[in-house]
Structures are given as structure tokens and as C-alpha cells.
């Protein structure tokens, strides 16, 4: 390839430590146990995941707000023209849902929850919710919007720790949205029975000035949701969003990180990327200016046709693509090097104008300042017929000609947009720690009242703020006598080891070492995972009715692992032998084993027993039968 003044990449430095770093937490909490309902429908509040009972597709058009403007993140959306199919379970959803009825009353058990959390950040509760339509065009809500109400104002995050006092901004009551399944160029498919789920979201003040205390407020906030025990546990329940600025930067909203360790990592990869950008805005500028001379001449309606030279190429993507659809490109007049730029690891400038690409539904693209060869093709033969000079690249899109070139249009406008600083958008973060664009900054006009829920009266008579989880733990183990460790990890699981102990009685110690150990031991010994918190309901029940040993509960999770089921045990196996069978035991593996130290003489008897007798028991027997 033609070497450039300009063809070498940059990398991103690491960020300074005076870099006017601000950043505030949107921490979005599914609300719900096991039999409680959505927000505004008595449907289940629980994802479904099994074949849908009916498919119903939609089409969404942006509309304007009160004010009479268009939302510009809702604009960008429906500007993709897409087509959405959602996914509805009779036993899941309801008309409410589908939007072919209004919705029902406000589930006054969410209400409550969210001024339980109000009151533990002292917050200012507002004496009524009038509830909001914001507007969604991305598919995620059949209406075209999501229902949210503000409940409180003010207050601060509640300090376990040292950590300087992060104020609160508000504390709303709002509805999930639909759960993506697939997404192509275009059609999207939802799953419906997320939406309408209740979320309480906290949005705190841009008071956090590091990634560690982001990291830290953010455990603390789900500490404090775990406190209530009113809400969901799991994968996907919990979703934090980081609004992020920088000095000369703008603010960039990420969201959707559902793992808290990589809080510090999307910080300090945000601001790497916008130091980086900055730092390109000259370099922006030359490019947007050739892009502005092209545009304003007859240039800016050729696009190139390189869909013979990319025929040759053996790659299975740019086959599949290439057989209904071409290659068009577009030269990109003084940017050689420029989108080979790193703008923090493993993300490059030509990756963020992918990112459009894709979110336009092609599979990313191709350009100039990236290895060509992967992709059986010579840069110089796309050099020479898209007339590239030293200085020069090119991007490519693979798909149908005028898609492309609307999308090509598209990436220009990017580059345009970059020289110009940071823009306000909002990106999603990536499990690596990068971020994808998303959709441009939404503005006020996304926001319009909901005329179809009345006022829900506030009643913050006899709610309490919730005892932090350590308070919790504390009570939990000088009540039923378990150590503090155990405790501690049984509050932060939010596994149910008080409601086992009321309806069971069956020794504590033992429920909180099976909710805490069973599972993991089965992981680590036979590497099979199994639900063992919810089978422990039926086991104990066994236990408690004298049918099977509480050493006998190991032994079948173990065995439902590694394939059986619940209602086929042949629980006769696992009754309790008397003195006398064991006693045969017993007397064998000493016979085997005269010499054998008390470890191995229980190891050889427990594994002959298999759960059918008490350890304390068996323990007793063998002593006596060594003294005699």
C-alpha cells in the first residue's frame, strides 16, 4: 500500500489523572418476587423463554412531542425504517402489552418498594407520580414509548464506607422494556413478556470523580435495592448506565453494563476515547472539509462499484453478502491512517464508524487502513479505481447498492460530526469494556405526559427505609446461630434461608450449608451446575417428613445433576438404615482397612451409606466398635 504523511496509527494514551472527570449512575433494578405482577398489568412479572403462542409485527414512526419537535434520537431510530416482531406468551402477556388496551392499575407494591429506597437516601418524596411517556422508536416498546414515573428528588447515596457523599437526582418507578431475540438489516424480534416489568431506576448527580468510586456507588445502590428484598436476582436484573464527561469533552450516556467490575474499565476506555478524539479534531477538520468540497460539487452521487474486484474473495461473509448484494465504496479524501487510529485497546476510529454500519444492518466495514489481504484482495487495485492519492482511504459496505450509499452518506456525516468535538450520544457497552454508538443524545421533546394512568396518590405512612444488608446479616446469624460469613453471603444472595428455616424444622446450620455450598461443590467436583436453591424445598420437605437422612440431600442433588429427575428417584435407596446395617458396614471396611486412620474409616463407610445415615451417628458407632 501507498505510504502517507499521515499512515501511521495512533494509540490511546492512558488517560490523565486531571482530566475534569465527572460521571453520574442511572441504576435500573427489576422489581419482583416469585408471584408478583408487572407495573401495569397483572401479568407475571417473569421472562419467558420457550416457544412464542403468537407473533405480531408492527411498524414505528417517530412523532413530535407536546412542544411540536421531533425527538432526535427517536428521528435517528425510525430514520433505519425497521420492522419489528414481538414474541407474546398467553400466560405472559396481555393487551397491555400488545398497546391494544390501556394500561391498568399502578402496582402499588413497586410504589412502596421505591419509597422504601427514598427514605434510606432521605430523599424528598413527591406527594404524587404523574407518569411520562418517553419515547422509544428502537422497537423495545410496542407503543413506541416507555411509561416512567418521578417519585423523588434529592438526597444522597447511603455511605457504608468513606467514600465523599454522592448526591441523588431522582428516584422514578418505570416499566422494562421488551427483551431483544434477533436483529438483522431489517427486522428486529422482541420477546414481550419483559416488557412492562417494574423498574425502579436511581439516578445520582455527576458528584463521582473516579472509576473505583463509580464502582463503589453502584454496589452500594444495589446493596441497598438487595436490602428491600423486593427485587429480582440474576443476569439482566440490574443494569447500570454511566453518564461520563471529560474537560473539552461532551456527555456520553453508556449503558446496559450488567456487571460491575467493568465499571472502572468503561471509564477509563471512555475517556481514553474522548482525549483521542480530541486530539484528531485537526486531522477531523481536513477530512470534513474535503467531504463539505465534495458534496457541494456533483462528486457527492458517485459511489464506486467494487463488487468485481471483491468476487475473487473466498471469505464466507463477503460471499454471502456479494450474492444479492454489491460492493460500494466511497473515497475518503485525506484520511489515510486515520481510521486505523486507535482511540482506546481494542478500538479503533474506523471500528466506531463500523458501528453505524452495523446499526444500519450490515455486518460492519471495510476500509482502507486495515489488512486487505484477510479479505483475498489487493488494496492497490481499489486504490487505483477509486482514484485514492498518499493521503487518501476508502470505505466499503457489502449489501444492496442504495442502502449502502444512503449508509456510506451516513458515515461521512460522522466524520463531519467528530470534527466538530465530542457529540452527546449514547453508547452501549461492550463486554471488552468498548462502547457502540447507539442513537444520538435524546433531548426534552422525548418526554410528554401520560393521559391514560391517573395521579397515583404517594402513601409513605408506616414504610420504612430497609436495614442495609450488613445490619441484616448481623441479626441473621445471632438469631439462628450461623457464623457471620455465612450470614453475610446468604443476604447478598438473597438466597431464601429465612423462609426454609420457618417452614422446615430442620437444623439452620445445616439449610444455610446446603443453599451455600451444595451447588458449588457439585460445580467442583462433577462440573454440572444445577438449580439446588430451588430443589431444596422439595428435599427438605423429605427431611422434615423422616422419608430420606439430611445426609441423603447431597447425594441427590447429585444424582438429578447428572441427568435424573425429582419425580423418578427411587427414594427407597436413600431410607435410613438402622444400627445393625451399619454396624455390617462398619465391621467390612474395618476388616478392609485394619490400619486405617478415622479419615479414610468415614470416607469408605460415607461412600458405602451414601446419605442413608447421620454422620453423627455413624461417627458414634465406629468409635465403639474400635473400643471393643
Known sequence: MVQSKHMHHESAQEPATDVGLKIGLEIHQQVGRPGDTKLFCRCPAEIVEREPDLIVTRLLRASAG?????????????????????????????????????????????????????????SVILPQ????????????????????????????????????????????????????????????????????????????????????????????????????????????????????????????????????????????????????????VPRMREVASHIKQTRDSSEN?????????????????????????????????????????????????????????????????IHGDEDLKKYGIDPSEIRSAMHCGPDDTFIILLGAKEQASRTLNVIEDRIVLLSGGIPKEVRKANPDGTTSFLRPMPGASRMYPETDIPLVIVNTHGVAAPKLLSEQAKDLAREYKISEDQAKELVR???????????????????????????KEIMTRFDKEIDHVA????????VAEEKIQKSAVFEILVEIAQGNTLDNLDLKKYEQLNDDELLKIIISVLQEHPDGKPNLLMGQIMKQVRGRADGVRIKELLAKQQTE
Not at 457523599?165 to 427486522?187: N, P, Y
Open 66 to 122: 407536546e412542544t411540536g419537535q421531533f425527538d432526535a434520537a427517536a428521528a435517528a431510530e425510525a430514520a433505519k425504517e425497521k420492522q419489528f416482531i414481538y414474541q407474546a406468551h398467553r400466560d405472559a402477556t396481555c393487551l397491555v402489552e400488545l398497546d391494544e388496551e390501556p394500561p391498568h392499575v399502578v402496582n402499588e407494591t413497586v410504589v412502596e418498594t421505591a419509597v422504601m429506597i427514598a427514605k434510606a437516601c432521605k
Open 129 to 280: 407520580v404523574q407518569f411520562m411517556r418517553k419515547t422509544i422508536v428502537d422497537g423495545s416498546a410496542t407503543s413506541g414509548f416507555q411509561r416512567t414515573g418521578l417519585l423523588a428528588l434529592g438526597g444522597v447515596v447511603p455511605q457504608g464506607n468513606d467514600l465523599a457523599r454522592v448526591r441523588i437526582q431522582t428516584i422514578c418507578v418505570e416499566e422494562d422494556a421488551a427483551k431483544i431475540v434477533t436483529r438483522t438489516a431489517g427486522v428486529d424480534t422482541y420477546n414481550l413478556s419483559r416488557l412492562g416489568i417494574p423498574l425502579i431506576e436511581i439516578a445520582t448527580e455527576p458528584d463521582i470523580t473516579t472509576a473505583e468510586q463509580a464502582k463503589e456507588v453502584a454496589a452500594q445502590l444495589g446493596m441497598l435495592l438487595r436490602s428491600t428484598r423486593r427485587v429480582k436476582r440474576g443476569l439482566g436484573t440490574i443494569r447500570q448506565d454511566l453518564n461520563i464527561s471529560i474537560k473539552g469533552g461532551s456527555r456520553i450516556e453508556i449503558k446496559g453494563c450488567q456487571d460491575l467490575r467493568m465499571i472502572p474499565t468503561l471509564v477509563h476506555y471512555e475517556v481514553a476515547r474522548q482525549q483521542t478524539l480530541l486530539r484528531l
Open 301 to 365: 452521487l458517485r459511489v464506486y462499484d467494487a463488487t468485481e474486484l471483491f468476487k475473487t474473495s473466498t471469505v464466507p461473509f463477503v460471499r454471502k453478502a456479494l450474492v444479492n448484494g454489491s460492493a460500494i465504496g466511497k473515497k475518503l479524501a485525506g484520511a489515510a491512517g486515520l481510521l486505523g487510529t486507535e482511540l482506546c485497546p481494542n478500538y479503533r476510529l474506523g471500528s466506531d464508524l463500523a458501528d453505524l454500519a452495523r446499526s444500519a444492518g450490515f455486518g460492519g466495514m
Open 493 to 519: 444472595e438473597g438466597l431464601p434461608f429465612e423462609e426454609l428455616c420457618a417452614k422446615f424444622n430442620i437444623d439452620a446450620v445445616f439449610i444455610a450449608t446446603a443453599l451455600l455450598t451444595y451447588g
Open 535 to 542: 430443589l431444596l424445598d422439595p428435599l427438605l420437605k423429605l
